[in-house]
């Protein structure tokens, strides 16, 4: 599933989708979101500008154990951060 600035309808995907979407930038495979794992979504989706500072802000959020990373339990914490920054809609469909 691509992921790109699209119309809005389209901007929106269910929880597991954003989970599955998310994952595949998970680039050492340990389960857990980077901030250059969480930069490279945020490329990919058409985000170029201040990308790097936006993947900090996202870990940032989401990181509610503070261990640098997002780990599986905590990437429902970027639904919000997907939604104001990437122009995500995510459901709980």
Same mark, same amino acid.
């Given at each position: 599933?691509?992921?790109?600035?699209?119309?809005?309808?389209?901007?929106?995907?269910?929880?597991?989708?954003?989970? %599955?979407? #998310?994952?595949?930038?998970?680039? =050492?495979?340990?389960?857990?979101?980077? !901030? $250059?794992?969480?930069?490279?979504?945020?490329r990919a989706s058409g985000g170029w500008?201040?990308?790097?500072?936006?993947?900090?802000?996202?870990?940032?959020?989401?990181? %509610?154990? #503070?261990?640098?990373?997002?780990? =599986?339990?905590?990437?429902?914490?970027? !639904? $919000?951060?997907?939604?104001?920054?990437?122009?995500?809609?995510?459901?709980?469909?």
């Open positions: 599933m691509a992921i790109a600035n699209k119309t809005v309808d389209q901007n929106q995907i269910s929880i597991e989708e954003f989970k %599955k979407w #998310l994952k595949k930038f998970d680039a =050492d495979r340990d389960g857990r979101i980077s !901030v $250059e794992e969480l930069r490279t979504a945020i500008w201040f990308c790097t500072r936006k993947a900090k802000r996202g870990v940032k959020m989401a990181d %509610k154990n #503070l261990n640098g990373v997002v780990d =599986d339990y905590e990437i429902n914490n970027l !639904v $919000e951060f997907a939604h104001k920054y990437l122009g995500l809609r995510v459901t709980s469909n």
